[in-house]
């Protein structure tokens, strides 16, 4: 049994470290430098997170699974009572070390991210040859150990023409899948990982209608900065230096970055924008198309479509 939790914070992400293996055109994480806490701050993090109430964990990346600590972070977040669940590209799930301590300690999910049906469209996303093989070896590895596996299907320029064999790949391995189309600036509000999307694909946003980032859901960055979420990584909280108490500025935090500031401020449409403010902030930075996150820019759509 778990104390109740004066936070509230019930789920949170972790960036265990932003190193990959792979250098996919669309992440939006820019520059992926393998970096990150010593084992014991990373036990520090975990029990915060568990003292501010975190019973649903995602622990993702770069790529989780290539990071010496994750078994051993993995399951001592297990220890703590989170439910988990991992993000990763499969690449390492073939290894029976992994394989042994997901039967030992089950994950809630694994996010399976696909980013074609052919090694060529693969291996050309991923910019790293051999990337196809690891992935279906870790895959195979993945159903035969009846793993809890959910797969996102990566849309993109180069991919884009294997949608239907994307899906249908997902269908024979009986998995659930998800077809992910709507790229978005990198944490820097760089543009670079906008050039891969594809443009015929974009999904119609609706209208963001608000969200629970920073008052019940928080991020942590490898070096335990705490931001609202992934997007809104603005005015960040070090907890290896405020430790929990750090986390109740938080909701405060969140308030002001949801206000509609700079190119946004007296829109009359801001009410049904259709992202929130701090993703708007970086499709701004990037001088991202308006169509891709504005509702002034689907009112041009419609005037040229008409």
């Known amino acids: 049994m778990r104390e109740p939790s004066a936070y509230g914070f019930a789920r949170a992400s972790w960036e265990i470290n932003l190193g990959c293996k792979f250098a996919c055109k669309h992440c939006y994480l820019g ?27 995602q622990i993702t990346g770069g790529e ?5 600590h994750f078994p051993d972070a993995y399951r001592y977040a297990a220890s703590l009572g989170m439910m988990l669940t991992v993000s990763t590209n499969a690449s390492r799930l073939w290894e029976t ?22 090694e060529a469209s693969f291996d ?21 150990a009846r793993l809890p596996v959910r797969l996102n299907i990566v849309v993109t320029e180069d991919s884009a023409h294997e949608i239907d064999a994307m899906a249908a790949m997902a269908e024979d391995w009986g998995l659930r899948h998800h077809i992910y189309t709507n790229m978005t600036p990198t944490i820097y509000g760089g543009p670079e990982s906008l050039l891969a999307q594809s443009s015929k694909h974009l999904r119609e946003r609706t ?48 308030d002001k970055l949801m206000l509609r500031t700079g190119g946004c401020s007296g829109c009359q449409l801001s009410g049904s924008c259709l992202v929130c403010r701090p993703l708007a902030k970086q499709f701004q930075e990037a001088r991202a198309p308006l169509q891709n996150y504005c509702q002034h820019g689907q009112l041009r759509k419609e005037t040229v479509n008409a």
């Open 207 to 254: 209208p963001f209608a608000g969200c629970n980032a920073g008052h019940t859901f928080f991020h942590a960055d490898p070096h335990a900065k705490v931001s609202i979420c992934k997007v809104g990584r603005d005015d960040q909280i070090d907890l290896m230096a405020e430790g929990l108490e750090g986390l109740r500025r938080l909701p405060g935090v969140a």
């Open 64 to 68: 989780p699974t290539i990071d010496k």
């Open 31 to 57: 520059l992926k430098e393998f970096a990150g806490l010593a084992w014991d701050d990373k036990v520090r993090l975990l029990e915060i997170m568990r003292d501010a109430g975190v019973l649903w964990l």
């Open 124 to 144: 050309g996303l991923t910019q790293r040859r051999g990337s196809w093989k690891t992935f279906q070896r870790g895959m195979a590895a993945a159903r035969e």
């Open 97 to 118: 070390s992994l394989l042994a301590m997901f039967e030992e300690c089950p994950a809630y999910r694994l996010v399976v991210s696909v980013y074609g049906a052919t």
